[in-house]
């Protein structure tokens, strides 16, 4: 079994780790057949390919369904956090649009984390966020650039957290921020250190650099994490300085919600988290945790219900079609609408949140 935070000093091809101390789910369907034209390792230039690309706000909701109104939010409304959760269903039809939600409350400097995506389409794919303003966020669903960049509809939840450190109502401590980061590992230390291992979320908050990208964590202790973007294995491994937002918390089981933290098991086969509340509704956010294997990767989740839920480590097949994953750590966090923040109402019930929806263009 490979160590947590492990990097390798020589290229390699990765192979699945005995995933342990889990229900196996049964193997996942095979992969849709996708374009597999490798791209070029083309650097970014001063250009920017971004710059030709930026998220518009759109007016209308849930404009040719894109945006379904099955997203929920709920905000804290006077508890000591300020923050809320939603979920939404959103279909991606092409790589020039863009999703705008509008958030239930203002913020200063808000930091939003929106991952993992569902497994309804199963191209390799992620969530990139363009724009995080006080009361709004634009995102799309990014496929890597080797594909076509239209994916059916998916189930998403997000978070959303005031810049700061925050006590939540059970006592569990809650620290967000942001700092700039590329391709580069950079040291992030916590303004205050916590009490046990905390589990970490992070996200780029900005669309600057064009090429598509994640991040990848590692190196997560109680004063501090380490943290990166990563581009497709089909490029030249360079991004540009982004806007990378993190929100970390401390692991807790409370009325509603629970925040936890698997052994380093996670591989590319299915992993199953048993939650140890029962949820009518739950909203599941997820990240890895540690950097065991470096090929480029992301989180999907399946099979979510009111008691686990299934994820796996994905690769993508920019640069070669091996897609097997060594083992990984993953932090989640699990709750009912709501929940986190001291707020048990769940949202507007007729599922656009307080301020709408919008779909718009991005990319010219």
Known sequence: MASED??????????GGDVGETDRATTLS???????????????SSRVKCMRRTFLRAGGVGVA????STATSAAASGGSVPGETGALTVRQPDTTTGHTVSLARTYENPVVVIKPVGFEGHQPVHVRLGDVSSGEFTFRIEEWDYLDGAHITERLFYLVVESGS???ADGTTV????????????????????????????QSQTYRGGHEIVTRNRRVSTSGFDTRVQEEEGRDGWHTTERIGYVATEPTT?????IGRTPGTVTDDPFRIGFENDYDSVQFLADMQTTDGTDTAELRYRDLTSSSATLFVEE??????????????????ATAP???????????????????????????
């Open 6 to 15: 492990r990097l390798a000093d020589t290229p390699h091809r990765e192979k």
């Open 254 to 258: 409370a009325t509603g919600f629970e």
């Open 338 to 364: 709501g929940a986190l923040f001291g707020d048990g109402a769940g949202g507007d019930p007729a599922g656009y949140g307080a301020g709408g929806y919008g779909v718009g263009a991005y990319g010219t």
């Open 166 to 168: 925050h006590t939540l």
């Open 175 to 202: 620290q967000a921020g942001t700092i700039a980061g590329d391709h580069r590992f950079r040291g992030v230390a916590f303004p205050t250190a916590f009490a046990t291992r905390p589990v970490v979320f992070t």
């Open 65 to 68: 369904g894109l945006l379904a």
């Open 30 to 44: 095979s992969e849709l057949t996708s374009r597999m034209a490798r791209t070029s390792g083309t650097r970014e």
């Open 316 to 333: 993508e097949r920019s640069a070669d079609r091996e897609t097997g994953h060594i083992t990984e750590a993953v932090g989640y966090l």
